[in-house]
Structure formats: structure tokens, C-alpha cells
């Protein structure tokens, strides 16, 4: 287990949140070739539609652990959401920060807690493989994005997917 300053609890109303200092997460999405680029397939690039994302299936142990969502956790003192959210995926599910291509964040606000899921396409040409890097998850792997509905989504992150996938979503022309 990965131990830092920012681990612990806070109190926010009738619940708690994990994070002293926030946390934050990454959602990781792989893209297909767009229709008549070379490749052909899932190439890693960043104009194509998105086929999958990486997923972490939560521990038994942890909060709402069995659930599945995105690798991350705490926020180290004066760290920043993005440094977080790689350092935490690097940490969890074993994905490089040179192969992560940030494309937007989300903010869910709770006041004297947030968590921050920064969203992000895999660098065009980098090949790695996610995995549980570490005893908080019980599987991580792509996530075909007609599986997600299949799936038991931790509650905030199935909540808030929509918006997350929208940030993934080309600009308009």
C-alpha cells in the first residue's frame, strides 16, 4: 500500500469521504482508428470514436469496494488533481504518465471535500497494459463501453459518466 500525507478521512454531513486534502482519479479512454486512417482497429489515437476505458474493480475491503470505477485515491499535501490522478493510475492499475494524453477534468464539490476525474486519451503509438498494480483493486482492464451498463459502477462515478464521456466527445465543427 501506497501511504502519503493526504491519506485519511473527512467529514462531510452524515457521510465521509477518503482524501485530507481531496482526491482525484483518472478515466482513461482508448479510441478506434477513424474511418479510413492505416491501422484499422483500436490505434491509440485521439480523433477516433472511444471503445474503451480503464476500469478498476474495486477491492471487497474498501469503501464500496466490489464496485468498479476509476484508479485513484487521496491527494498528497499541495499536490495538484492531475499529478494525482496520474500518480494514482501509475500506483493502481500500472499506466504510465507519458502514455496519458489529458483532455478535460470533472469536478464533484462537496465543500470541505472534492474529487477531481481527470479525463484523458492514451498517446497515439503507446502500448501498455492496465492491471492491478496493488492490493486495492481486484481487477483492472479495458472496459468496452457497451459493458459499462453491465457492470456495477460505484455510485458517484456511474452518476457522473455521462458527463465524463461527454468531455471525450470531439468539438463541434
Known sequence: MHRHAGDGWVACGDHRHWGLHGAAGLLLA????????PGGGRSGGTHGPVTDVVLQHRALWSHQ???????GGALAPAESAVDGALR????????????VHVVGTHLL???PWSYTTVVADVVPGARFTPL???????????????ELGRLPLL???????P???ALLEPPAA
Do not use: N
Not at 494514482?88 to 507519458?98: K, M, T, Y
Open 30 to 37: 482508448r479510441r478506434a482508428a477513424p474511418a479510413g486512417e
Open 65 to 71: 469496494g466490489g464496485t468498479w470505477g476509476v484508479p
Open 88 to 99: 494514482e493510475s501509475r500506483e493502481e492499475a500500472a499506466i504510465p504518465p507519458e502514455a
Open 109 to 111: 464539490d462537496h465543500g
Open 132 to 146: 492491478a498494480a496493488d492490493p486495492e483493486s481486484l481487477e483492472v482492464r479495458w472496459v468496452a463501453l457497451d
Open 155 to 161: 455510485p458517484a462515478f456511474g452518476a457522473a459518466l
Open 163 to 165: 458527463d465524463l464521456l
